[in-house]
Protein backbone atom coordinates (compact mmCIF):
# COMPACT_ATOMS: atom_id res chain seq x y z
CA UNK A 1 0.00 0.00 0.00
CA UNK A 2 1.49 3.31 -1.37
CA UNK A 3 -0.77 5.48 1.46
CA UNK A 4 -2.84 3.48 4.61
CA UNK A 5 -4.69 5.53 7.24
CA UNK A 6 -6.43 3.32 10.01
CA UNK A 7 -8.79 4.91 12.54
CA UNK A 8 -7.21 8.58 12.25
CA UNK A 9 -8.93 11.24 13.94
CA UNK A 10 -8.54 14.76 14.47
CA UNK A 11 -10.40 17.72 16.41
CA UNK A 12 -9.48 21.73 16.64
CA UNK A 13 -10.89 22.15 19.81
CA UNK A 14 -14.55 21.31 19.74
CA UNK A 15 -14.40 20.84 16.35
CA UNK A 16 -13.66 17.51 14.66
CA UNK A 17 -12.37 18.00 11.80
CA UNK A 18 -11.85 14.04 11.01
CA UNK A 19 -13.47 11.47 12.54
CA UNK A 20 -12.76 8.04 12.60
CA UNK A 21 -11.03 7.58 8.97
CA UNK A 22 -9.44 4.48 7.53
CA UNK A 23 -8.56 4.06 4.01
CA UNK A 24 -5.73 2.73 2.23
CA UNK A 25 -4.57 3.79 -1.33
CA UNK A 26 -2.57 1.48 -3.64
CA UNK A 27 0.83 2.25 -5.89
CA UNK A 28 0.20 3.51 -8.76
CA UNK A 29 -3.33 4.47 -7.76
CA UNK A 30 -5.11 7.83 -8.41
CA UNK A 31 -7.47 8.40 -5.97
CA UNK A 32 -9.65 11.18 -5.18
CA UNK A 33 -11.07 12.59 -1.84
CA UNK A 34 -14.64 14.18 -3.35
CA UNK A 35 -15.90 16.62 -0.88
CA UNK A 36 -17.44 20.21 -0.23
CA UNK A 37 -15.52 22.78 2.07
CA UNK A 38 -15.24 21.99 5.42
CA UNK A 39 -15.32 18.14 4.76
CA UNK A 40 -12.21 17.46 6.34
CA UNK A 41 -9.93 17.12 3.14
CA UNK A 42 -7.03 19.43 3.86
CA UNK A 43 -7.25 18.21 7.94
CA UNK A 44 -6.19 14.47 5.63
CA UNK A 45 -3.87 16.12 4.05
CA UNK A 46 -1.82 17.63 6.58
CA UNK A 47 -1.88 14.32 8.57
CA UNK A 48 -0.13 12.39 5.58
CA UNK A 49 2.22 14.95 4.52
CA UNK A 50 3.50 15.26 8.49
CA UNK A 51 2.37 18.67 9.03
CA UNK A 52 -0.07 18.10 11.58
CA UNK A 53 -0.49 15.16 14.39
CA UNK A 54 -3.63 13.20 14.43
CA UNK A 55 -5.71 12.77 17.80
CA UNK A 56 -6.12 9.07 16.75
CA UNK A 57 -5.15 6.35 14.76
CA UNK A 58 -2.29 5.85 12.77
CA UNK A 59 -0.87 6.11 8.90
CA UNK A 60 1.70 5.10 6.83
CA UNK A 61 2.54 7.03 3.29
CA UNK A 62 5.61 4.94 1.49
CA UNK A 63 5.73 2.65 3.87
CA UNK A 64 6.90 5.30 6.41
CA UNK A 65 4.86 5.84 9.54
CA UNK A 66 3.62 9.80 9.59
CA UNK A 67 5.08 10.38 13.19
CA UNK A 68 8.09 8.49 13.60
CA UNK A 69 9.61 8.59 9.86
CA UNK A 70 8.15 11.99 9.30
CA UNK A 71 11.74 12.74 7.75
CA UNK A 72 11.90 10.26 5.25
CA UNK A 73 8.25 10.72 3.80
CA UNK A 74 9.01 14.50 3.39
CA UNK A 75 11.84 13.33 0.74
CA UNK A 76 9.57 11.22 -0.49
CA UNK A 77 6.36 12.99 -0.99
CA UNK A 78 5.23 16.16 -2.85
CA UNK A 79 2.39 18.63 -2.12
CA UNK A 80 0.73 20.92 -3.59
CA UNK A 81 -1.74 22.97 -0.71
CA UNK A 82 -4.86 24.32 -1.91
CA UNK A 83 -3.53 28.06 -1.09
CA UNK A 84 -0.60 28.98 -3.22
CA UNK A 85 2.56 28.65 -1.63
CA UNK A 86 5.54 29.48 -3.37
CA UNK A 87 7.37 32.58 -2.88
CA UNK A 88 5.73 35.44 -4.46
CA UNK A 89 8.90 37.74 -4.89
CA UNK A 90 11.16 34.78 -6.54
CA UNK A 91 10.74 34.42 -10.47
CA UNK A 92 9.04 31.06 -11.92
CA UNK A 93 12.80 29.62 -12.53
CA UNK A 94 14.15 30.38 -9.49
CA UNK A 95 11.84 28.91 -7.12
CA UNK A 96 11.68 25.75 -8.74
CA UNK A 97 15.20 25.50 -8.54
CA UNK A 98 15.16 26.15 -4.85
CA UNK A 99 12.90 23.56 -4.47
CA UNK A 100 14.97 21.47 -6.40
CA UNK A 101 18.34 22.57 -4.19
CA UNK A 102 16.29 22.06 -0.60
CA UNK A 103 15.81 18.62 -1.76
CA UNK A 104 19.48 18.07 -3.24
CA UNK A 105 18.87 17.62 -6.61
CA UNK A 106 18.67 19.61 -9.58
CA UNK A 107 16.48 20.96 -12.45
CA UNK A 108 17.86 19.07 -14.98
CA UNK A 109 18.23 15.81 -12.80
CA UNK A 110 14.28 15.43 -13.12
CA UNK A 111 13.86 17.94 -16.47
CA UNK A 112 11.50 14.88 -17.56
CA UNK A 113 9.41 14.56 -15.45
CA UNK A 114 7.98 17.66 -15.15
CA UNK A 115 8.78 18.54 -19.23
CA UNK A 116 4.79 18.47 -20.12
CA UNK A 117 3.97 20.60 -16.97
CA UNK A 118 7.34 23.20 -17.27
CA UNK A 119 7.48 23.50 -21.15
CA UNK A 120 4.24 25.88 -20.86
CA UNK A 121 5.10 28.27 -18.37
CA UNK A 122 9.19 28.28 -19.59
CA UNK A 123 8.72 31.45 -21.57
CA UNK A 124 7.59 33.01 -18.34
CA UNK A 125 10.61 31.81 -16.44
CA UNK A 126 11.54 35.06 -15.57
CA UNK A 127 8.38 36.07 -14.48
CA UNK A 128 7.95 36.59 -10.45
CA UNK A 129 5.51 34.07 -9.50
CA UNK A 130 3.13 36.17 -7.98
CA UNK A 131 2.35 38.18 -11.35
CA UNK A 132 1.44 34.43 -12.62
CA UNK A 133 -2.43 34.02 -14.10
CA UNK A 134 -3.92 31.38 -12.04
CA UNK A 135 -3.56 28.58 -14.83
CA UNK A 136 0.26 29.13 -14.31
CA UNK A 137 0.28 29.14 -11.21
CA UNK A 138 -0.84 26.08 -10.61
CA UNK A 139 1.36 24.56 -13.52
CA UNK A 140 4.50 26.14 -11.41
CA UNK A 141 3.23 24.80 -8.22
CA UNK A 142 2.86 21.30 -9.63
CA UNK A 143 6.45 21.57 -11.07
CA UNK A 144 7.57 22.30 -7.26
CA UNK A 145 5.82 19.73 -5.84
CA UNK A 146 7.37 17.60 -8.63
CA UNK A 147 11.07 18.22 -9.14
CA UNK A 148 12.18 15.65 -6.32
CA UNK A 149 10.40 12.79 -8.48
CA UNK A 150 8.31 12.27 -5.20
CA UNK A 151 6.90 8.78 -5.14
CA UNK A 152 3.42 10.05 -3.91
CA UNK A 153 1.88 13.10 -4.64
CA UNK A 154 -0.83 15.43 -2.67
CA UNK A 155 -2.78 17.38 -4.68
CA UNK A 156 -5.29 19.69 -1.91
CA UNK A 157 -8.10 21.26 -4.15
CA UNK A 158 -5.65 21.83 -7.28
CA UNK A 159 -8.43 22.87 -9.39
CA UNK A 160 -11.17 24.91 -7.69
CA UNK A 161 -11.56 28.07 -8.95
CA UNK A 162 -10.19 27.12 -12.26
CA UNK A 163 -12.17 27.21 -15.34
CA UNK A 164 -13.57 23.91 -17.14
CA UNK A 165 -11.12 23.88 -19.70
CA UNK A 166 -7.71 24.40 -17.12
CA UNK A 167 -9.30 21.49 -15.26
CA UNK A 168 -9.54 19.32 -17.94
CA UNK A 169 -5.77 20.15 -19.11
CA UNK A 170 -4.71 19.13 -15.21
CA UNK A 171 -6.55 16.36 -15.11
CA UNK A 172 -4.43 15.05 -18.30
CA UNK A 173 -1.99 16.27 -16.50
CA UNK A 174 -2.18 13.82 -13.60
CA UNK A 175 -2.98 10.60 -16.00
CA UNK A 176 0.19 11.52 -17.54
CA UNK A 177 2.38 11.30 -14.56
CA UNK A 178 0.17 8.25 -12.79
CA UNK A 179 1.30 6.53 -15.91
CA UNK A 180 4.80 7.10 -14.76
CA UNK A 181 4.23 5.48 -11.60
CA UNK A 182 3.08 8.00 -9.11
CA UNK A 183 0.91 7.65 -6.35
CA UNK A 184 -1.55 10.39 -6.64
CA UNK A 185 -3.54 11.20 -3.70
CA UNK A 186 -6.30 14.17 -5.21
CA UNK A 187 -9.23 16.39 -3.77
CA UNK A 188 -11.85 17.99 -5.13
CA UNK A 189 -15.17 19.99 -4.60
CA UNK A 190 -15.98 18.80 -8.00
CA UNK A 191 -18.43 15.97 -8.16
CA UNK A 192 -17.52 15.61 -12.48
CA UNK A 193 -13.67 15.04 -11.42
CA UNK A 194 -14.45 11.85 -9.49
CA UNK A 195 -15.39 9.76 -12.48
CA UNK A 196 -11.31 10.57 -13.46
CA UNK A 197 -10.34 9.03 -10.23
CA UNK A 198 -9.54 5.01 -9.94
CA UNK A 199 -10.98 5.07 -6.94
CA UNK A 200 -13.07 7.95 -4.57
CA UNK A 201 -13.93 8.52 -1.00
CA UNK A 202 -17.18 10.50 -0.97
CA UNK A 203 -16.52 12.48 1.91
CA UNK A 204 -18.77 15.28 4.31
CA UNK A 205 -18.94 16.29 8.12
CA UNK A 206 -15.83 14.33 8.55
CA UNK A 207 -16.33 11.04 7.93
CA UNK A 208 -16.49 9.17 4.95
CA UNK A 209 -19.85 8.06 3.23
CA UNK A 210 -18.16 5.68 0.92
CA UNK A 211 -15.07 4.70 -0.77
CA UNK A 212 -15.36 2.87 -4.38
CA UNK A 213 -14.63 2.90 -7.80
CA UNK A 214 -16.71 5.79 -9.52
CA UNK A 215 -19.07 3.14 -11.11
CA UNK A 216 -19.67 0.68 -8.56
CA UNK A 217 -20.63 3.71 -6.82
CA UNK A 218 -23.14 5.13 -9.27
CA UNK A 219 -24.30 1.37 -9.19
CA UNK A 220 -25.28 1.38 -5.59
CA UNK A 221 -27.76 4.32 -6.17
CA UNK A 222 -31.26 2.60 -4.66
CA UNK A 223 -33.38 4.42 -6.60
CA UNK A 224 -34.53 4.90 -9.94
CA UNK A 225 -34.24 9.02 -11.17
CA UNK A 226 -36.60 10.50 -13.33
CA UNK A 227 -35.18 14.06 -15.53
CA UNK A 228 -38.57 16.39 -14.80
CA UNK A 229 -38.67 19.17 -16.69
CA UNK A 230 -41.78 22.29 -17.64
CA UNK A 231 -41.80 25.72 -18.79
CA UNK A 232 -41.62 27.00 -15.12
CA UNK A 233 -39.01 25.83 -12.86
CA UNK A 234 -39.67 27.41 -9.68
CA UNK A 235 -43.15 26.28 -9.60
CA UNK A 236 -42.28 22.67 -11.00
CA UNK A 237 -39.80 22.55 -8.06
CA UNK A 238 -42.30 23.29 -5.41
CA UNK A 239 -45.22 21.15 -6.89
CA UNK A 240 -42.97 17.89 -7.28
CA UNK A 241 -42.17 18.92 -3.02
CA UNK A 242 -45.91 18.69 -2.38
CA UNK A 243 -46.52 15.64 -4.39
CA UNK A 244 -47.38 12.88 -1.42
CA UNK A 245 -44.99 10.20 -2.97
CA UNK A 246 -41.69 12.45 -3.50
CA UNK A 247 -38.91 11.01 -2.48
CA UNK A 248 -36.07 13.50 -3.47
CA UNK A 249 -36.34 16.47 -5.79
CA UNK A 250 -33.02 18.15 -6.73
CA UNK A 251 -32.60 20.75 -9.65
CA UNK A 252 -30.27 19.45 -11.97
CA UNK A 253 -28.81 21.47 -15.13
CA UNK A 254 -31.96 22.15 -17.34
CA UNK A 255 -34.01 19.22 -15.30
CA UNK A 256 -35.02 18.31 -11.57
CA UNK A 257 -33.67 14.93 -10.79
CA UNK A 258 -37.17 13.05 -9.53
CA UNK A 259 -37.11 9.65 -7.45
CA UNK A 260 -40.22 8.16 -5.85
CA UNK A 261 -41.24 6.66 -2.63
CA UNK A 262 -43.30 3.44 -4.34
CA UNK A 263 -41.40 0.77 -6.42
CA UNK A 264 -44.06 0.65 -8.98
CA UNK A 265 -43.58 4.55 -9.97
CA UNK A 266 -45.77 5.44 -13.09
CA UNK A 267 -44.50 8.33 -15.16
CA UNK A 268 -47.69 8.96 -16.09
CA UNK A 269 -49.35 9.56 -12.94
CA UNK A 270 -46.68 12.01 -12.10
CA UNK A 271 -47.18 14.34 -15.61
CA UNK A 272 -51.06 14.17 -14.59
CA UNK A 273 -50.68 15.59 -11.13
CA UNK A 274 -48.30 18.24 -13.06
CA UNK A 275 -50.93 18.93 -15.29
CA UNK A 276 -53.34 19.61 -12.95
CA UNK A 277 -50.77 21.87 -10.94
CA UNK A 278 -51.02 23.51 -14.18
CA UNK A 279 -47.44 22.79 -15.26
CA UNK A 280 -46.80 23.03 -19.16
CA UNK A 281 -44.81 21.19 -21.56
CA UNK A 282 -43.47 18.14 -18.65
CA UNK A 283 -41.28 15.94 -19.38
CA UNK A 284 -40.32 12.81 -17.59
CA UNK A 285 -37.76 10.50 -18.58
CA UNK A 286 -35.63 8.03 -16.58
CA UNK A 287 -32.06 9.48 -16.74
CA UNK A 288 -28.44 7.69 -15.60
CA UNK A 289 -27.72 8.50 -11.60
CA UNK A 290 -24.55 10.44 -11.28
CA UNK A 291 -21.94 10.17 -8.51
CA UNK A 292 -23.27 13.97 -7.28
CA UNK A 293 -27.19 12.02 -6.55
CA UNK A 294 -25.10 9.49 -4.83
CA UNK A 295 -23.01 11.63 -2.66
CA UNK A 296 -26.34 14.01 -2.03
CA UNK A 297 -28.49 10.00 -1.08
CA UNK A 298 -25.50 9.21 1.44
CA UNK A 299 -25.38 12.79 2.64
CA UNK A 300 -29.24 13.22 2.81
CA UNK B 1 -39.99 36.86 -17.03
CA UNK B 2 -41.04 40.22 -19.19
CA UNK B 3 -39.72 41.60 -22.45
CA UNK B 4 -38.49 44.54 -20.61
CA UNK B 5 -34.64 45.00 -20.61
CA UNK B 6 -33.35 45.68 -17.36
CA UNK B 7 -29.52 45.20 -18.72
CA UNK B 8 -28.56 47.18 -22.08
CA UNK B 9 -25.03 46.74 -23.44
CA UNK B 10 -24.24 47.59 -26.44
CA UNK B 11 -19.85 47.77 -27.74
CA UNK B 12 -18.66 48.08 -24.29
CA UNK B 13 -15.17 48.26 -24.15
CA UNK B 14 -12.59 48.32 -21.66
CA UNK B 15 -8.40 48.40 -22.02
CA UNK B 16 -5.83 48.82 -19.81
CA UNK B 17 -3.03 50.53 -21.82
CA UNK B 18 -2.34 48.30 -25.09
CA UNK B 19 -4.57 45.56 -23.35
CA UNK B 20 -8.51 45.07 -24.62
CA UNK B 21 -9.96 43.64 -21.67
CA UNK B 22 -13.38 43.85 -22.70
CA UNK B 23 -13.54 44.33 -26.53
CA UNK B 24 -17.09 45.47 -27.64
CA UNK B 25 -19.48 42.95 -25.99
CA UNK B 26 -23.30 43.64 -27.03
CA UNK B 27 -26.28 42.19 -25.21
CA UNK B 28 -29.11 42.47 -23.12
CA UNK B 29 -30.84 41.04 -19.79
CA UNK B 30 -34.66 40.61 -19.10
CA UNK B 31 -36.40 41.51 -16.21
CA UNK B 32 -36.65 38.28 -13.85
CA UNK B 33 -34.21 36.38 -16.23
CA UNK B 34 -31.35 34.06 -15.32
CA UNK B 35 -28.57 35.26 -16.99
CA UNK B 36 -25.14 32.93 -16.96
CA UNK B 37 -21.78 35.20 -17.80
CA UNK B 38 -19.62 32.39 -18.27
CA UNK B 39 -15.68 32.63 -19.65
CA UNK B 40 -12.52 30.94 -18.52
CA UNK B 41 -9.99 32.56 -15.93
CA UNK B 42 -8.80 35.68 -17.93
CA UNK B 43 -11.46 36.15 -20.48
CA UNK B 44 -12.52 39.74 -19.05
CA UNK B 45 -15.81 38.73 -17.16
CA UNK B 46 -14.74 40.36 -13.99
CA UNK B 47 -13.62 43.46 -16.10
CA UNK B 48 -17.35 43.20 -17.53
CA UNK B 49 -19.13 42.92 -14.52
CA UNK B 50 -17.33 45.48 -12.52
CA UNK B 51 -18.58 48.19 -15.34
CA UNK B 52 -22.00 47.05 -15.43
CA UNK B 53 -22.03 47.61 -11.03
CA UNK B 54 -20.37 51.37 -11.65
CA UNK B 55 -17.32 50.68 -10.13
CA UNK B 56 -15.33 51.10 -13.08
CA UNK B 57 -15.64 53.51 -15.96
CA UNK B 58 -15.69 51.95 -19.44
CA UNK B 59 -13.12 52.63 -22.05
CA UNK B 60 -15.78 53.18 -24.53
CA UNK B 61 -19.55 51.74 -26.02
CA UNK B 62 -22.53 52.02 -23.88
CA UNK B 63 -24.26 50.49 -20.90
CA UNK B 64 -27.32 51.00 -18.93
CA UNK B 65 -27.97 48.90 -16.18
CA UNK B 66 -31.58 49.04 -13.89
CA UNK B 67 -32.42 52.16 -16.40
CA UNK B 68 -28.79 54.11 -15.43
CA UNK B 69 -26.39 54.57 -16.92
CA UNK B 70 -23.00 53.70 -16.40
CA UNK B 71 -21.28 57.12 -16.88
CA UNK B 72 -22.89 59.61 -15.59
CA UNK B 73 -25.06 57.56 -12.78
CA UNK B 74 -22.97 54.74 -11.05
CA UNK B 75 -24.01 55.80 -7.37
CA UNK B 76 -27.81 54.79 -8.71
CA UNK B 77 -26.83 52.09 -9.80
CA UNK B 78 -25.37 50.76 -6.91
CA UNK B 79 -28.50 51.22 -5.43
CA UNK B 80 -30.51 49.50 -7.28
CA UNK B 81 -28.48 46.61 -7.43
CA UNK B 82 -27.18 43.55 -5.20
CA UNK B 83 -23.84 42.27 -5.38
CA UNK B 84 -22.84 38.88 -3.70
CA UNK B 85 -19.79 36.99 -4.47
CA UNK B 86 -17.78 33.76 -2.98
CA UNK B 87 -14.80 36.24 -1.63
CA UNK B 88 -16.81 39.26 0.02
CA UNK B 89 -19.92 37.93 1.88
CA UNK B 90 -20.25 38.96 5.81
CA UNK B 91 -18.43 40.34 8.56
CA UNK B 92 -17.27 37.13 10.28
CA UNK B 93 -17.10 38.93 13.35
CA UNK B 94 -20.35 40.30 13.68
CA UNK B 95 -23.38 38.25 14.90
CA UNK B 96 -25.83 37.04 11.98
CA UNK B 97 -28.43 39.77 13.60
CA UNK B 98 -25.47 42.52 13.54
CA UNK B 99 -24.61 41.57 10.00
CA UNK B 100 -28.20 42.10 8.83
CA UNK B 101 -28.45 45.39 10.82
CA UNK B 102 -25.22 46.89 9.06
CA UNK B 103 -25.63 45.90 6.03
CA UNK B 104 -29.52 47.10 6.07
CA UNK B 105 -28.00 50.44 7.63
CA UNK B 106 -25.49 50.44 4.50
CA UNK B 107 -28.24 50.51 2.05
CA UNK B 108 -30.13 53.37 4.20
CA UNK B 109 -33.33 51.30 5.23
CA UNK B 110 -35.11 52.48 8.17
CA UNK B 111 -34.71 51.04 11.17
CA UNK B 112 -38.70 49.69 11.45
CA UNK B 113 -37.72 47.97 7.88
CA UNK B 114 -34.24 46.81 9.16
CA UNK B 115 -36.63 45.00 12.50
CA UNK B 116 -39.32 43.92 9.74
CA UNK B 117 -36.88 42.66 7.18
CA UNK B 118 -34.11 41.10 9.31
CA UNK B 119 -36.92 38.89 10.95
CA UNK B 120 -38.93 37.82 7.71
CA UNK B 121 -35.01 36.73 6.77
CA UNK B 122 -34.34 34.69 9.78
CA UNK B 123 -37.45 32.89 9.91
CA UNK B 124 -37.12 32.11 5.91
CA UNK B 125 -33.48 30.59 6.59
CA UNK B 126 -34.93 28.97 9.57
CA UNK B 127 -31.64 31.31 11.47
CA UNK B 128 -34.15 32.40 14.69
CA UNK B 129 -32.01 29.99 17.25
CA UNK B 130 -28.43 31.29 15.78
CA UNK B 131 -29.27 34.60 15.31
CA UNK B 132 -27.09 36.33 17.93
CA UNK B 133 -23.79 33.92 17.05
CA UNK B 134 -21.10 35.02 15.12
CA UNK B 135 -20.96 34.41 11.54
CA UNK B 136 -17.76 32.92 11.91
CA UNK B 137 -19.66 29.70 13.59
CA UNK B 138 -21.98 29.22 10.51
CA UNK B 139 -21.01 26.29 7.89
CA UNK B 140 -20.08 28.11 4.18
CA UNK B 141 -23.40 27.10 3.05
CA UNK B 142 -24.96 28.55 5.09
CA UNK B 143 -23.45 31.80 5.08
CA UNK B 144 -23.62 31.42 1.46
CA UNK B 145 -27.29 31.87 1.57
CA UNK B 146 -27.31 34.25 4.45
CA UNK B 147 -24.66 36.68 2.34
CA UNK B 148 -27.42 35.77 -1.05
CA UNK B 149 -30.18 37.17 1.45
CA UNK B 150 -28.41 40.23 2.91
CA UNK B 151 -27.78 41.34 -0.90
CA UNK B 152 -31.34 41.30 -1.30
CA UNK B 153 -32.28 43.41 1.81
CA UNK B 154 -33.06 46.44 -0.87
CA UNK B 155 -35.04 45.12 -3.02
CA UNK B 156 -32.53 45.64 -5.82
CA UNK B 157 -33.63 45.01 -9.27
CA UNK B 158 -30.64 42.79 -10.44
CA UNK B 159 -28.73 40.74 -7.88
CA UNK B 160 -25.03 40.17 -9.65
CA UNK B 161 -23.46 36.73 -8.13
CA UNK B 162 -20.24 35.93 -8.68
CA UNK B 163 -19.38 32.19 -8.24
CA UNK B 164 -22.02 32.54 -5.61
CA UNK B 165 -21.76 28.63 -4.78
CA UNK B 166 -17.54 27.65 -5.44
CA UNK B 167 -16.95 24.50 -2.43
CA UNK B 168 -20.47 24.06 -1.49
CA UNK B 169 -21.87 20.83 -0.61
CA UNK B 170 -24.15 19.71 -3.56
CA UNK B 171 -27.24 20.02 -1.29
CA UNK B 172 -26.55 23.28 -0.13
CA UNK B 173 -25.52 23.95 -3.86
CA UNK B 174 -29.30 23.04 -5.13
CA UNK B 175 -30.94 24.77 -2.42
CA UNK B 176 -29.58 28.12 -3.35
CA UNK B 177 -30.17 27.63 -6.98
CA UNK B 178 -33.67 27.14 -5.46
CA UNK B 179 -33.57 30.97 -3.52
CA UNK B 180 -32.09 32.05 -7.35
CA UNK B 181 -35.20 30.65 -9.10
CA UNK B 182 -37.49 32.08 -6.42
CA UNK B 183 -36.01 35.41 -6.64
CA UNK B 184 -36.12 35.61 -10.46
CA UNK B 185 -39.39 34.10 -10.00
CA UNK B 186 -40.52 37.40 -8.18
CA UNK B 187 -38.92 39.50 -10.74
CA UNK B 188 -35.83 40.21 -9.33
CA UNK B 189 -32.96 39.58 -12.79
CA UNK B 190 -30.26 37.45 -11.72
CA UNK B 191 -26.91 37.68 -13.15
CA UNK B 192 -24.47 34.78 -12.37
CA UNK B 193 -21.00 33.51 -13.00
CA UNK B 194 -19.94 30.23 -12.31
CA UNK B 195 -17.53 27.33 -13.33
CA UNK B 196 -20.08 24.85 -12.80
CA UNK B 197 -21.10 24.30 -16.23
CA UNK B 198 -24.47 21.97 -15.22
CA UNK B 199 -25.30 25.29 -13.30
CA UNK B 200 -24.74 27.13 -16.36
CA UNK B 201 -27.91 24.89 -17.43
CA UNK B 202 -30.12 26.70 -14.81
CA UNK B 203 -30.12 29.77 -16.56
CA UNK B 204 -32.62 31.22 -19.10
CA UNK B 205 -29.72 31.95 -21.24
CA UNK B 206 -26.03 32.01 -20.93
CA UNK B 207 -23.37 34.02 -22.60
CA UNK B 208 -19.48 32.86 -23.03
CA UNK B 209 -16.76 35.33 -23.09
CA UNK B 210 -13.62 34.47 -24.78
CA UNK B 211 -10.45 36.64 -24.98
CA UNK B 212 -12.54 39.55 -24.19
CA UNK B 213 -15.96 39.02 -26.71
CA UNK B 214 -18.81 37.07 -26.36
CA UNK B 215 -18.42 34.22 -28.55
CA UNK B 216 -21.99 32.80 -27.96
CA UNK B 217 -25.17 33.79 -26.46
CA UNK B 218 -28.69 31.41 -26.06
CA UNK B 219 -30.74 29.38 -24.03
CA UNK B 220 -28.61 26.44 -23.25
CA UNK B 221 -31.04 24.43 -24.73
CA UNK B 222 -29.92 26.29 -28.25
CA UNK B 223 -26.39 26.44 -27.66
CA UNK B 224 -25.67 22.58 -26.93
CA UNK B 225 -27.98 22.10 -30.50
CA UNK B 226 -25.65 25.03 -32.03
CA UNK B 227 -22.49 23.57 -31.15
CA UNK B 228 -23.72 19.73 -31.36
CA UNK B 229 -22.98 19.14 -27.28
CA UNK B 230 -24.33 17.25 -25.01
CA UNK B 231 -23.65 19.16 -22.39
CA UNK B 232 -22.63 23.13 -21.55
CA UNK B 233 -19.51 21.45 -20.11
CA UNK B 234 -18.51 20.63 -24.18
CA UNK B 235 -19.72 23.86 -25.49
CA UNK B 236 -17.56 25.63 -22.98
CA UNK B 237 -14.33 23.30 -23.87
CA UNK B 238 -15.31 23.66 -27.89
CA UNK B 239 -15.48 27.54 -27.91
CA UNK B 240 -12.77 28.46 -25.06
CA UNK B 241 -10.22 25.61 -26.98
CA UNK B 242 -11.16 27.53 -30.54
Not at chain 1, 266 to 280: H, I, R, T, V
Not at chain 2, 115 to 134: A, F, M
Given at each position: MSISLKHISKSYGDLKAVDDISFEVKEGELFGLIGPDGAGKTTIFRILTTLLLADEGVATVAGYDVVKNY?????????????????????VE?????????????????????????????????????????????KLALSCALIHKPEVLFLDEPTTGVDPVSRKEFWEMLKRLQQKGITILVSTPYMDEAALCDRIALIQDAKILEIDTPDDIIKHYPK??????SDDMYELILALNKYEYHYSVYPFGEFVHYTDKRND??????????????????????????IEDTFMELAK | MKNENIIQVKDLTKKFGDFTAVDAITFNVKKGEIFGFLGANGAGKTTAMKMLIGISKPTSGEARVAGFDVYTHPEDIKKNIGYMSQ???????????????????????????????????????????????????????WKQKLSFSVALLHDPKIIFLDEPTGGVDPITRRQFWEMIYKTAHEGTTVFVTTHYMDEAEYCNRVSIMVNGKIEALDSPKNLKKQFNAESMNEVFLKLARG
Open positions: KEIRNHVGYMPGRFSLYQDLTENLRFFATIFGTTIEENYDLIKDIYIQIEPFKDRRAGKLSGGMKQKIYDVRFNPKELKDYLENKGQKNIYVEPTKVT | KFALYDDLTIKENITFFGGIYGLSKNKITEKRNELVEELGLEKVVDELVSSLPLG
